[in-house]
């Protein structure tokens, strides 16, 4: 069954390092998301991305962060500058246009940051 | 903005039936998700309503009432391996495209 995969699957950066997080969604998904989760704590939305443009962002996505479709296959985020508060696991979901009026997010497993 | 309020856990006993929770505030209300999440893992989708009524897929069902912004998910048969997070979450289109926000979570521990 097709999945979205991320990379690394856990990566530890010092604090203002810049990090890239890497993501292959689904091959026929047009959607493209950027979630994080603080451990124990809820889902949060960071962006969406549609057509090579960011369609949506949170509060949380300032100038630090920044996503790029850099070619066909591969969705990156990218934080500039890393802070301690920015520890997180950061999922990549993806959707079709059928999935997306269903509601449904197709996750990958996750890269979990740790800012020392 | 956007709110979702949901119990931040629930316990029952194997076999029994569950319902949690989910109200809503959000402006550009397109649809209410739910979606199971084990410790350690990716959130997985479970069903959506996007028209109020009741949404059955196995042993889970999810219903929606759009005038009072209020939904739940009832899990039947209660097996150990349910015991996770479920999130509810709205699908949202306010200023520009679609986006999914999530509520804090509900944590379902399953005794035997």
């Known amino acids: 069954e097709p999945e979205v995969t991320q990379t690394p699957s856990h990566q530890v950066t010092q604090m203002g390092q810049e990090v890239i997080l890497r993501c292959v969604p689904i091959?026929?998904?047009?959607?493209f998301y950027w979630y994080r989760q603080i451990l124990g704590q809820k889902v949060e939305f960071l962006v969406s991305?549609?057509?090579?443009?960011?369609?949506?962002k949170s509060e949380i996505f300032d100038d630090q962060f920044s996503v790029e479709r850099p070619d066909g296959s591969n969705f990156t985020l990218k934080i500039r500058s890393t802070k301690l508060e920015d520890s997180a696991m950061y999922f990549c979901?993806?959707?079709?246009?059928?999935?997306?009026?269903?509601?449904?997010?197709?996750f990958g497993e996750g890269s979990r940051l740790t800012v020392l | 903005g956007q709110s979702l309020e949901q119990p931040s856990e629930v316990t029952a006993v194997e076999g029994a039936i569950v319902q949690i929770n989910c109200t809503y505030q959000?402006?550009?209300?397109?649809?209410l998700s739910w979606y199971q999440q084990h410790d350690g893992g990716a959130p997985t989708f479970l069903s959506y309503?996007?028209?109020?009524g009741l949404e059955e897929t196995g042993r889970f069902s999810s219903f929606l009432s759009r005038s009072d912004s209020y939904g739940y998910l009832l899990l039947q048969e209660l097996q150990m391996k349910d015991s996770a997070s479920y999130f509810c979450?709205?699908?949202?289109?306010?200023?520009?495209?679609?986006?999914?926000?999530f509520g804090a979570g509900t944590r379902l521990f399953v005794k035997a």
């Open positions: 959000t402006s550009g209300f397109y649809g």
């Open positions: 979450a709205v699908r949202d289109r306010s200023t520009g495209g679609f986006k999914t926000i």
């Open positions: 091959s026929n998904h047009l959607y």
């Open positions: 991305f549609y057509n090579n443009e960011i369609s949506e």
């Open positions: 309503n996007a028209l109020d």
């Open positions: 979901a993806s959707t079709t246009v059928e999935t997306t009026n269903t509601g449904e997010l197709f």
